[in-house]
Each structure stands twice: as structure tokens, then as C-alpha cells.
């Protein structure tokens, strides 16, 4: 094994000189690899045995199922934290693009137990004719069953499996299921979403519910010609179905199935950073804003929020009506590249775009109306790093962070602000 390369698999060669591309190994590692995939040039593959072992290796806590939900467990803490530094920096290296000082990966020190949210599918045993929870094997479609996620907060993980319970004396088999959604708040309020393949599910009883120990419940038929647990018709609603959150001091309400942060204690660190950026007397415009968890916490006096998601939008502006908020703060329900004419040279813009990164029509916007700072936090810096190339025609970069909301994965936030040149 040679290198960590961008999606989080290492780099190795194989004896025919072919490159392989690899879970489960570390650079400098000897290993045995199972080939999943199979290209003229290169292949993919899993670790099957360690060999000659790296001294940042660690003993995994999930060996079934790791490599499906978090297959950085392999590595120490401090390993992890220096390869997520290092993916930012060549990301940007890649883009001919010089990041000021050292590359800061900021962590609140929790490895595990922090997600909020986690999605099981289902797994049926020929041998024992049970149903469990599950995740689906990396590298194939096979499934691997579970008893919960060490990245899932105590509480997610005990309602999954009084769920799978419930649904084992019913005697429900898993091919009438399609995923489990189970989401908590801060303060511990758990509402689950199970999807079924059958709009003739029967639902459930008062008293089997009350025994999930739920805030609430929604039973959801998702059309079975989709892969994605789509919302295609709630078949039963218990309880309190909305989640609710406070975010450096702003409340915010939620759906189970919405869009909201993962790892809140560190995504408030990185809007603490953000603020100081925001000047609270000038205009902020909050593109790709989501239910608006950044531009209402920190957009200063007068924002405007674009989001392309109806579900979103229509989340935010109950926000804003909730915190009175509607003559300061506008929702719009666009895709940013249609809401162009909301960039402008007094505002302050805020980016926090998909995977894909900025449209193009976007990068061209700010450049021809060359706001004078640009906030920019993004999920993968690859993209990011593009765009800011392309930035840098007309803005330097005065500070930039990253910033580890999901730990013992890959996956990296990466925070860039960008000033008008002088």
C-alpha cells in the first residue's frame, strides 16, 4: 500500500503492476486484497489479511460491519486527523492553489457516538428465520446485519432495536421493509421512520408504540421501484414527529427526514469561526442555505436564504416566522444559479454548496460583481478547491479551517474566506 487518495481508500500496487484501489489498508502495509472490481487499468478491492502492518494501525470496534459506516476505525485518532489535513491540502495542490499556513483540522475529541441520525436496512436469516437491522457491505450489494452503529448516539441505537423487536413478534420478514430513519435531538427527543414495500402495511397499536419509547413515529409506504426511501404516502403518524434543536442559541425545528447537521457540537465550532467573518449591519445572502441553520445564526440583521428544496424552504420559513424573524430574513426557493440577481457588491455571501460544488453560473456571478467577502464551507474539497481557483482572479484567501464532523470516515469540511483584492 502507498497513499490515502481523495474518497478515502489507499493506493497499492498489485503484482501484475496494476494499481488497486483499497479498503481496509494503511500506506506502507503489506496485505491480501479481495478484488470487488475489476478495470483494464486498475481494480478495487478489500482487505482480506494484514501481512506487514502499519504502527498507526488500530484494532477496529465494529470488525463485521466497519468498513460499511466508518472504515477509518483502522487508524489512530492522530493518523486520522493528519490524513484529513493532508487530503485538504493536496485537494488544493491539485488546483495549483497555495493554502495560507498550516492546515488546522478541528475535533471536539469524540470518536464515536456522535451521529444524530442513522438509516438501517434490513436483513433476513435463512437460518434462524429472524429479522435484523443492517447495513449494506461495502464494495457489493450483500448486506451485514447489526445490532446498531458505535458512530450513533446510545439512544438511537436501544430504539432500533426495540423496533427490530417489535417488528420480530409481529412476525414481520424483512422483505417487506425497506429502511429504518431513527433521528434524536440534543435533548434526547427520538422520532423513527419506518419505510415498508407494502401500502397495505398494517400499523401499529397504541400500546406497541408507546413500548419503542419514542417521541414519535411515522410508518411511510416508499414506492418499491425506488432504491432512496422516498416519502411516497404516510400510512400512520404518532406522537410528536418534529425534532427540535438550538444552534449557538437559535432554535430551529426539523423533520425526521429533512435536512440538518450530523455532529452539531462541531458544526457550531465552525459557525463560530464563520461569524467572525460577517459584519451583522451589511446584507448576507446564504446560498444552497438548507433549512438555514447558517445565515440565522450568523447572517447578521438582514439575510436572504436560497435553497432549490421545497421541503427545506417550507422548514425555514417556519423558523423564521417562529423566531420572528420575517422582516429581516427571506426564504427563496431557487437553485442558486437561478437566484443570481441576489449576489450583489454590498452583501456578504455565504456558500455551502453540495459535493458538486458551486454552479458555474455562480463562480461567474461573484466574480463580475465581486462582493467583498465569501464565506465558503464545503463537504469536499476537491470541488471547493476548483472553485476557488477560479476565485482567486479577484479575491485572496484570508483564513480557512477544517473541520472533522464525522470522524473514523473520510469525509472531511473544509471552511475557506475569501476578501476582494485590494
Given amino acids: 500500500m502507498e497513499k490515502i487518495v481523495g474518497g478515502g481508500q489507499v493506493l497499492g500496487q498489485l503484482a501484475d503492476g496494476r494499481k488497486v484501489f483499497v479498503w481496509g489498508g494503511l500506506p506502507g502495509e503489506l496485505v491480501t486484497v479481495q478484488i470487488t472490481k475489476k478495470k483494464s487499468k486498475y481494480a478495487e478491492g478489500i482487505v482480506t489479511e494484514v501481512l506487514e502492518p502499519s504502527s498507526e494501525r488500530v484494532e477496529v470496534s465494529e470488525p463485521e460491519s466497519y468498513l460499511s459506516t466508518s472504515p477509518w476505525q483502522i487508524m489512530s485518532f492522530d493518523a486520522e486527523q493528519r490524513y484529513k489535513a493532508q487530503s485538504i491540502q493536496e485537494a488544493f495542490e491539485l488546483h495549483h492553489v497555495t493554502l495560507p499556513g498550516e492546515t488546522e ?10 451521529r444524530n441520525k442513522i438509516e438501517f436496512s434490513w436483513w433476513w436469516s435463512n437460518e434462524t428465520n429472524q429479522l435484523d437491522l443492517a447495513f449494506f457491505r461495502r464494495g457489493s450489494h450483500g448486506k451485514i446485519p447489526v445490532s446498531g452503529s458505535k458512530l450513533a448516539r446510545d439512544e438511537i441505537n436501544a430504539a432500533a432495536v426495540r423496533t427490530r423487536d417489535l417488528l420480530r413478534s409481529n412476525g414481520i420478514e424483512a422483505r417487506s421493509l425497506k429502511t429504518l430513519l431513527i433521528r434524536t435531538s440534543q435533548q434526547g427527543s427520538i422520532v423513527a421512520q419506518l419505510y415498508v414495500k407494502d401500502e397495505d402495511f398494517a400499523p401499529f397499536t397504541q400500546e406497541e408504540l408507546e413500548q419503542l419509547g419514542l417521541s414519535g413515529f411515522e410508518l411511510i409506504y416508499s414506492n418499491p421501484k425506488s432504491p432512496a426511501s422516498v416519502i411516497t404516502k404516510r400510512l400512520q403518524q404518532w406522537g410528536n414527529v418534529v425534532l427540535s434543536d438550538t444552534i449557538l442559541g437559535v432554535p430551529f425545528s426539523y423533520a425526521a427526514e429533512g435536512f440538518f447537521q450530523i455532529n452539531l457540537p462541531v458544526y457550531e465550532r465552525a ?3 464563520m461569524r467572525e467573518w ?17 445565515g440565522l445564526t450568523i447572517g447578521g440583521k438582514h439575510v436572504t436564504l436560497v435553497e432549490v428544496n421545497e421541503h427545506a424552504v417550507r422548514e425555514m ?10 422582516g429581516e430574513a427571506a ?8 437566484a443570481l440577481d441576489y449576489i450583489s457588491g454590498e452583501a456578504c455571501i455565504i456558500v455551502d454548496p453540495p459535493r458538486a460544488g458551486l ?8 466574480l463580475k460583481e465581486a462582493p467583498q467577502r465569501i464565506i465558503y464551507l464545503s463537504c469536499n474539497p476537491v470541488t471547493q478547491a476548483r472553485d476557488v481557483a477560479r476565485l482567486l482572479q479577484k479575491y485572496d484567501i ?4 477544517g473541520y472533522n ?18
Fill in 105 to 114: 483540522v478541528f475535533t471536539d475529541g469524540r470518536m464515536f457516538g456522535y
Fill in 271 to 273: 459557525l463560530k469561526d
Fill in 278 to 294: 460577517v459584519e451583522a449591519e451589511k446584507p448576507t445572502v446564504d446560498l444552497y442555505s438548507g433549512v438555514g441553520t447558517i
Fill in 317 to 326: 420559513r417556519q423558523n423564521i416566522a417562529a423566531l420572528g424573524r420575517e
Fill in 331 to 338: 426564504a427563496v426557493l431557487a437553485a442558486s444559479e437561478q
Fill in 359 to 366: 454552479h458555474e453560473d455562480v463562480v461567474e456571478r461573484l
Fill in 398 to 401: 484570508l483564513a480557512h479551517k
Fill in 405 to 422: 464532523f464525522f470522524p473514523r470516515t473520510p469525509h472531511i469540511e473544509h471552511l475557506v474566506v475569501l476578501g476582494r483584492k485590494v
